[in-house]
Structure formats: structure tokens, C-alpha cells
């Protein structure tokens, strides 16, 4: 489904992905690890077009989106939770995720409303409260769940777990593995905590400063640190 070729990404003099090649088939669970600074978020940020790769290619379905705006990516089904779960703090629960639903049209809101509901059950008994006033990660919750609103193809996520409580991120994991499953969305996973991270993806990557260093079935990398 997503193809990176050999993808080089700059700021400035300084060269966050040194040619990095991943892939994500239908229906998988893929996640990219690594410590603080080893390019993740701007692999993501790189597949959503800003900033741009200024080499290498990126695939989705065959066609090449290297050069796809940022507000175009998620016409083509690429949905994002990106990191810093940046969220309207001033909004509801309920509006938060009425913004998600742009995209898809809006048309089908209730019942994408009533799904992210059923994965996320303290959202739900939140649905007036401020997005502002939510724990860290309730927060997340509803950045994946606005993310979900779209209707993706395919669901980038950044860190889901980033300073969040232990039975938050468990609540959170065990979301990812059911919208994977029911929904059969594929999902790139670009996270810190490894061992949760592993756990649950089909296949994953190492990324050490810039270059892939490993990669492998996701238990197989669990059992091989
Ligand atoms: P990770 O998500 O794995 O922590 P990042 O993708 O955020 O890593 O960063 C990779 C490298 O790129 C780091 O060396 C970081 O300092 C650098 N970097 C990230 N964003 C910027 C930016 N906006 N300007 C300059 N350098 C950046
Ligand atoms: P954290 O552990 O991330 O610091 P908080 O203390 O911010 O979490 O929030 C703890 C709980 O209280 C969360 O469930 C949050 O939704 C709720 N909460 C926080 N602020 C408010 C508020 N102003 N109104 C209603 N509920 C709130």
C-alpha cells in the first residue's frame, strides 16, 4: 500500500532521513522505533508532504505522492494522530471530532461518531467536555479518534504513548489492535516504547539517526533486542 524509496529528508544542513526504505502492506500493523531524534516524526511528517523529501520516492498504491501538499494528503484515504495530539482545546469532545469528519463529507457522522465511542468509552462520557480540559490521554484518544473520522486508508500515529499513564496506553494499544482488526485499517506506528510498539505490529523497523538499522517480524525483534 505505502512504498518509501530510499527517502532523504533535510533541514537546513542537517539530513533527519539518510535514505530510508519502508513498507506497509494492506491490512498490517507496520511501526518504526527508535530512540529521541532517530527521524520518525519526520518520516511521518515527510509521507504527509511537509517537509518534503528531497530525494527518494514515496508510493501509495503505486502512485507516486512525493510531492503531494500537505492538505491534500488525506483526500488520498492518509489520516494522521500526529505527535503534541494537537487537538481544539477550545472545542468539545463532540466538535473535535465533527472537524475530523470533514473530509469524509460528514455524511456518515453519526455512526463514525457511535464507532469511536465503542473504541474509546471515556470519550464518550466526555462528549461536552473541552478538549483543553481532557488528561493526556483522553487527549490522545480523541486525536485518534478525529483521525478516524476521515475514514482512512491508512492511519499514521506518532507516539501514542508519549507521557502517558501505563493503563491509558494500554487502553490506547488495545484500541490500535481493534481498529485494525475490525476495521481492517492499516497503520503506521512510529513510537518510542518499543515494547509495547512490538507487541502488537505485523513488521518493524529500527530507525537509528536517520538510517533503518533493523527489521523483522514484530515478536521476532521483541524476543531479539
Ligand atoms: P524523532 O521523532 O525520532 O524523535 P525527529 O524526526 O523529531 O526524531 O528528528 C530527527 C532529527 O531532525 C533530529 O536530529 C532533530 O533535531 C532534527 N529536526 C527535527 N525537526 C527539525 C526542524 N524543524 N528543524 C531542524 N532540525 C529538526
Ligand atoms: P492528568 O493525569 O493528565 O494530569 P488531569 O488531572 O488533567 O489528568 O485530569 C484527570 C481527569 O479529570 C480526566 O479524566 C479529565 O477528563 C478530568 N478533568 C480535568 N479537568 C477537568 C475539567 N475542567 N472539567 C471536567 N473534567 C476535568
Redesign the pocket.
Known amino acids: 500500500m505505502l512504498q518509501l524509496e530510499d527517502v532523504h529528508t533535510r533541514?537546513?544542513n542537517?539530513e533527519?532521513l539518510k535514505g530510508v526504505s519502508v513498507e506497509v502492506r494492506q491490512g498490517e500493523i507496520v511501526t518504526i522505533i527508535?530512540?529521541?531524534?532517530?527521524?520518525?516524526?519526520?518520516?511521518l511528517?515527510t509521507i504527509c508532504g511537509s517537509?518534503q523529501a528531497a530525494a527518494g520516492r514515496i508510493l501509495l498504491n503505486g502512485e507516486d505522492i512525493t510531492r503531494t501538499a500537505p492538505y491534500d494528503i488525506v483526500h488520498l484515504g492518509i489520516s494522521q494522530a500526529p505527535?503534541g495530539r494537537r487537538i481544539f482545546a477550545r472545542m468539545s469532545v463532540l466538535e473535535n471530532l465533527q472537524m475530523g469528519s470533514v473530509p469524509s463529507g460528514g455524511r456518515h457522522f453519526e455512526e463514525d461518531v457511535q464507532k469511536v465511542f465503542t473504541l474509546f468509552p471515556r470519550l464518550k462520557e466526555r462528549i461536552n467536555q473541552r478538549g483543553g480540559t481532557l488528561s493526556g490521554g483522553e487527549q490522545q484518544m480523541l486525536c485518534i479518534g478525529r483521525a478516524l473520522m476521515a475514514r482512512p486508508r491508512l492511519l499514521l500515529l506518532?507516539?501514542p504513548s508519549l507521557g502517558i499513564a501505563p493503563i491509558l496506553v494500554r487502553q490506547i494499544f488495545n484500541a490500535i489492535v481493534e481498529i485494525n482488526k475490525e476495521q481492517g485499517l492499516t497503520i503506521l506506528l512510529?513510537e518510542?516504547n518499543a515494547f509495547q510498539a512490538l507487541k502488537i505490529a505485523h513488521r518493524a523497523y529500527v530507525?537509528s539517526?536517520?538510517r533503518v538499522v533493523m527489521e523483522g517480524a514484530g515478536r521476532e525483534l521483541l524476543a531479539n533486542p
Do not use: C, F, H, R
Open positions: 533541514y537546513g542537517i533527519a527508535g530512540s529521541n531524534g532517530a527521524g520518525k516524526s519526520t518520516l511528517m517537509p505527535e506518532d507516539e512510529v518510542q530507525l539517526t536517520g
